[in-house]
């Protein structure tokens, strides 16, 4: 802080200064006039609000009613395994967040989303139709102010990046139904995972520990059409032991990196996530995680083996590096907010090793142009990319994700969000755009048009989804 | 009787100037500094915010946020923490402001994500949050003059005009204009100004009434300079002084901060 600092002459002058303006005070007319801005509904003092009380921010629920339109590509040159994704589907759901205080520093907290949906591809009404997802249900002790001990279902996230998340190791099997591809939307209806979580906060950091026991067997990727309707279905989260150790350390006044260590079957990664304010309007970040593992295709191959999927003795469709060597995934970007505006942009770079390479892709299209016409082998290529979706993992080893929000764009309560998700070995892409306008305090209207480009030998030119509109509407209770 | 009346003017004008000793003996960070006493305590102290924004005059959205509020030993500065709790949308999102260190939390993504100090000013927490910055800790202060101002209660009010400059990189808007009534030092209006000189933002103070030990303002109303058909009313209710322990004020803390 500068002190303002002020010598005997200008003490001497500020009191002549203030003696003259004391004999001829001046009458700031123009200064008057904004307060003609304050309209007369707010001119006198409103009657003293009731405050809501604050145990109400404990809790969200929402109804919402999405309706989603996707158009088919037909020329694909890998065809698509039956079921083909649904060309409409609408979707009614409520969605629950609570928490209640049980006395002795103990809370219950629960978060869940029941649905009722249609679409063109499961007959209505079936036990299709109706559907809960329980993405949390767990009981928090607080032994002391900044300690705490939770056990259920919890959803673990970390990472600071955006687009993607290397640290965030329960990210995997977790996304169920997604309606959107912005992956900030996609981790609010995301599976927690079984587990007993420890963690203590302190004035220069924090530490937390988390056991997640394996209960149950790994089961086949699920499709639109055969998701179970009331089942916690552990066997996404809970399929094998896990262990989280992460902590994060104040260096400086504004440098508190995060360091992660995380043990699942068995493998071992380590990570860490570290953001930087540079200037006024710009955080860069940098999340890493590495450990020994083999090549996404292997991954694939091998867990659709494990699962019953592909049969056990088959060779694989394409090359596959079956062995586990350190590798390395990588999300680095920054946020930028420009001055005087409500927008917020995010640029990454995504680099994960085990991804496909550009011969793998090659050998992706061509092993289906050679072979294709042996039965399986168009089901095995196309696992291979499901498995990938279901783990949460990028495709492709190298990948460009953009991201702009806009607050009260053009108008007041008009949000706009765009992003691109685009693969730099091919080029081909993902794009977004979201526009969500708040009709009152309970009322929200929103659409959505997704669009993906590129050759029909590239990553998203080979999607059978060629975009997507989505039209939603949504109540708070 | 020339005589006399030059007598009496010399004495009038004498005496003017003893009035306006007092005032003149405050440096202009004085001024500043005794006007954020006013409005903030020196105790950490939680507040809950009804913030009402006008567009084209009627009444359209209302937040509420509960504001938990401390002073950082070091800088002198405002750290805080802002829990929403209306609209049902944003209920339970949270926000730490805490110099550069700045975050915000999700409760249904249960992602926090580092902001900027300009993508802090997005949104309404900003405006809670900005209230309760101790001006003289980022900003030197020079005296433009003393000016009769109308306040928000359509009351004259003598006052220090001031222009403050920001000298700290945690300063979240680069010059303020600012008047406070002399005596009192209670904050009447202040105007906020961009890095590139643009008036953001007007503020009115009003309702002045005993909290938290002090006469304090109740309200506060913020005219969007860049749009003048909006316009935000803040009431601060509920204020009281509460402990608020430093790890409070940890990233990991946010998504552990009860609703009391």
New interface residues.
């Given amino acids: 802080?500068?002190?303002?600092i002020?010598s005997p002459a200008r003490?001497a002058g500020?009191?002549i200064?203030?003696?003259f303006?004391?004999?001829s005070?001046?009458?700031?007319a123009d200064?008057?006039t904004?307060?003609n801005?304050?309209?007369?509904?707010?001119q006198a003092?409103?009657p003293?609000?009731v405050?809501?009380?604050?145990?109400?921010?404990?809790?969200?629920?929402?109804l919402e009613d999405a309706f989603t339109f996707t158009p088919l590509r037909n020329d694909l040159l890998v065809p698509y395994p039956p079921p083909t994704p649904a060309s409409w589907e609408d979707r009614l759901f409520l969605d629950s967040?609570d928490e209640w205080n049980l006395g002795n520093n103990v809370?219950l907290d629960y978060s869940g989303r029941f649905n009722l949906r249609a679409a063109n591809d499961i007959p209505f009404p079936s036990h299709e139709s109706v559907r809960n997802d329980l993405r949390e249900l767990f009981l928090s002790l607080?032994p002391d102010?900044?300690t705490?001990i939770d056990l259920g279902r919890v959803?673990?996230?970390s990472?600071?990046a955006?687009g993607y998340n290397p640290t965030d190791f329960f990210r995997t099997r977790a996304v169920v139904e997604p309606l959107t591809a912005d992956p900030?939307?996609l981790?609010?209806d995301r599976l927690g995972t079984l587990m007993l979580l420890g963690?203590h906060?302190?004035?220069g950091?924090?530490v937390?520990a988390v056991f997640a026991p394996k209960v149950t067997q790994p089961t086949a990727i699920y499709t639109n059409i055969d998701l179970p309707s009331f089942d916690p279905m552990l066997d996404r989260t809970n399929a094998q032991d896990r262990f989280l150790l992460k902590s994060?350390v104040?260096v400086s006044?504004?440098f508190?990196p995060e360091l992660l260590l995380y043990h699942a079957g068995d493998r071992t990664q380590v990570g860490t996530n570290l953001?930087v304010?540079i200037?006024?309007?710009?955080?860069a970040?940098v999340e890493w995680a590495g450990g020994g593992r083999a090549s996404l295709i292997a991954d694939a191959l091998a867990y659709g083996r494990q699962t019953g999927t592909l049969p056990k003795q088959a060779p694989p469709v394409i090359p596959a590096d079956a062995t586990q060597y350190f590798q390395n995934d990588l999300a680095a970007g920054f946020?930028?907010?420009?001055?005087?505006t409500?927008l917020?942009l995010n640029l990454e770079y995504h680099y994960h090793e085990a991804g496909f390479t550009s011969q793998d892709w090659r050998n992706w299209f061509n092993a289906a142009a050679q072979h294709g016409n042996i039965p399986g082998v168009d089901p095995a290529l196309w696992y291979i990319r499901s498995y990938a979706q279901d783990q949460q993992e990028p495709e492709t080893r190298h990948s460009a994700f953009v991201r702009a929000d806009w607050?009260d764009a053009f108008v007041?309560?008009l949000e706009l969000t765009a992003l691109a998700n685009i693969n730099l070995q091919d080029g081909s892409g993902l794009l977004q755009a979201t526009a969500d306008y708040?009709l009152s305090?309970?009322w929200?209207i929103g659409g959505q048009a997704t669009l993906t480009f590129g050759g029909r030998r590239s990553e998203f030119g080979s999607l059978p989804q060629a975009g997507g509109i989505l039209l939603r509407l949504?109540r708070?209770? | 009787m020339r005589r006399s009346f030059r007598v009496f003017a010399t004495v009038l004008l004498l005496a003017m100037a003893a009035v306006a000793m007092p005032a003149a003996a405050q440096t202009p960070q004085e001024i500043v500094a005794a006007a954020d006493k006013v409005r903030n305590p020196g105790q950490p102290f939680r507040s809950t915010d009804t913030l009402t924004e006008y567009v084209a005059g009627r009444p359209r959205d209302q937040d509420q946020l509960v504001v938990y509020a401390k002073e950082d030993p070091g800088t002198r500065q405002f750290r805080n923490l802002v829990r929403y709790i209306e609209p049902p949308r944003d209920a339970g999102k949270m926000a730490l402001f805490d110099k550069h260190d700045l975050w915000f939390y999700d409760p249904s993504s249960k992602a926090s994500v580092r902001i900027s100090p300009q993508q802090r000013l997005i949104g309404q927490a900003s405006i809670g949050d900005v209230l309760t910055v101790n001006l003289v800790a980022d900003y030197a202060t020079t005296l433009l003059g003393d000016e009769t101002i109308t306040d928000a209660e359509r009351q004259q009010r003598q006052c220090w005009h001031l222009d403050l400059k920001a000298v700290t990189d945690t300063a979240i808007y680069n010059r303020i204009e600012y008047w406070v009534e002399h005596g009192s030092f209670r904050p009447v209006k202040a105007k906020f100004f961009s890095d590139s000189g643009r008036l953001l933002k007007i503020l009115y103070y009003r309702g002045y009434r005993e909290q938290l030990g002090a006469v304090r303002p109740s309200e506060a109303v913020i005219i969007d300079a860049v749009d003048s058909s909006l316009v935000t009313t803040i009431q601060f209710g509920n204020l009281q002084f509460q402990d608020i322990p430093e790890a409070w004020f940890q990233r990991d803390y946010l998504p552990r901060l009860r609703a009391e």
């Fill in positions: 802080m500068r002190r303002f002020t003490r500020e009191v200064c203030a003696f303006l004391l004999l005070p001046a009458l700031a200064e008057d904004d307060l801005l304050i309209p007369p509904a707010a003092a409103p003293a609000v405050p809501v009380p604050a145990s109400s921010a404990t809790q969200r629920n929402y967040r809370t607080q102010d900044s705490w959803n673990v996230k990472g600071v955006v900030t939307i981790r609010e963690q906060v302190w004035t950091g924090s937390t994060s104040a006044n504004d508190s953001t304010g200037g006024q309007q710009t955080i970040y946020s930028y907010t420009p001055v005087d409500k917020t607050t007041t309560d708040y305090r309970v929200t949504v708070y209770l």
